[in-house]
C-alpha cells in the first residue's frame, strides 16, 4: 500500500477539525456528544446485568496483552499528540510540559466522565475465527461499515465505539513483544468524525495501524483525531470477553462506564472500563 501525501492528510484534517466547535475554552473535545438522554438509553439497555471487565492488568509483568513492563489500559486523551507545534486547544506544544498540560488534561474529564453506549466493532471475528490483522491491510472506513452492518449494530451519536483487531489474542499466544500493531488506517478519522463518536478504542497499543500510513507523518489517526477532532484514544483494551459474549447473544452494543484518575495535568490516565449487558 502506498502512502499518502501530506496534501491528502492536511485535507482530511480541514474537514474534520473541531477546534472551537464547543466554545474556545471547552476541553472535553467530543466527550460533549454524549447527551444526557445518552446515557439514560444506554443505561435501559443493560436486560441481564452480565458485567465484563475490560481492562488488562497493570503490573510487572507487562499487561496480559501488552509487551510493555508497565502497560495498562488507558485513555489518552487530547492533548496526548501535537504536530504544526499546536495542541488541540491552539495553545503551543510548549505549554505540555513534565509538569502536566492543564488544558485539555485528564482531570478535565472528571465533570462529564466516560459513560455511554459502546459499541463493539469485532474485526478481527468478522475476517474469521482467530484472524489475525495483516499489518500491511489496515482497517478502512468501508470494512467499519460492513462489520457494523455484519452485527446488526448502527453506530450513533455519543457512541463509544471498541474496534477488536485480534493484536491480544495473539499476543497471548506468542507473547512476541515485536507483535506488529494491526489496527484502524488514518482515513479512518474521516469516518470517526462523521459518526459524531465521542471516543475510540482498540485491543492493541496505538488503535491505528502505523506501517502504513501518511508520507513524514507519524502516527496520523493520532493527529487526525486527537489534535484536530478532540477526541480520546483508549489502548490496550481486552475485548476478547466482550467480543465472545456479543456474538453469544447477538447483542453488539452495551453501556461502557470508563472513567479515567483525576491526574491533575495528565495527558493520560490508566483506566478499568467495564461493560454492562
Known amino acids: 500500500m502506498t502512502a499518502a501525501s501530506m496534501s491528502e492528510f492536511r485535507s482530511l484534517a480541514s474537514e474534520i477539525g473541531n477546534r472551537g466547535r464547543w466554545g474556545r475554552n471547552n476541553e472535553l473535545g467530543t466527550l460533549n456528544f454524549i447527551a444526557e438522554e445518552h446515557v439514560r438509553e444506554a443505561s435501559a439497555s443493560v436486560r441481564r446485568g452480565a458485567v465484563i471487565p475490560l481492562g488488562i492488568d497493570f503490573g510487572t509483568r507487562g499487561a496480559r496483552a501488552g509487551p510493555h513492563v508497565r502497560a495498562a489500559s ?9 504536530y ?16 502536566g498540560e492543564y ?27 482467530d484472524a489475525l490483522l495483516d499489518p500491511t491491510a489496515p482497517v478502512e472506513p468501508a ?21 477488536r483487531t485480534g493484536w491480544a489474542s495473539r499476543f497471548r499466544r506468542t507473547r512476541n513483544p515485536a507483535e506488529p500493531f494491526y489496527g484502524l488506517g488514518w482515513r479512518c478519522a474521516g469516518w470517526l468524525h462523521g459518526h459524531q463518536i465521542a471516543a475510540v478504542a482498540a485491543d492493541n497499543a496505538m488503535v491505528e495501524n502505523p506501517v502504513f500510513g501518511v508520507t513524514n507523518g507519524l502516527l496520523p489517526l493520532h493527529r487526525l483525531c ?35 484518575s483525576r491526574v491533575a495535568g495528565a495527558i493520560g490516565s490508566a483506566v478499568n472500563p467495564i461493560a454492562f449487558k
Not at 472528571?110 to 468478522?126: E, I, N, S, Y
Not at 470494512?143 to 446488526?152: C, F, P, S
Request: one cysteine or more; proline letters at 3%.
Open 226 to 260: 486527537l489534535r484536530d477532532m478532540g477526541m480520546m484514544f483508549g489502548e490496550f483494551w481486552d475485548l476478547d470477553a466482550l467480543a465472545a459474549d456479543c456474538a453469544a447473544d447477538g447483542v453488539y452494543s452495551f453501556l461502557l462506564v470508563a472513567p479515567s
Open 143 to 163: 470494512e467499519l461499515d460492513a462489520v457494523a452492518a455484519a452485527q446488526g449494530v448502527t453506530v450513533r451519536t455519543g457512541d463509544v465505539v471498541l474496534v
Open 103 to 129: 488544558r485539555g488534561g485528564i482531570d478535565k474529564n472528571d465533570g462529564k466522565g466516560v459513560a455511554a453506549r459502546g459499541v463493539l466493532l469485532d474485526v478481527a471475528g468478522h475476517r474469521g475465527p
Open 84 to 99: 504544526d507545534e499546536q495542541l488541540h486547544s491552539g495553545l503551543p506544544a510548549g505549554s505540555a510540559t513534565s509538569a
Open 74 to 82: 488507558r485513555w489518552d486523551t487530547i492533548s496526548h499528540v501535537y
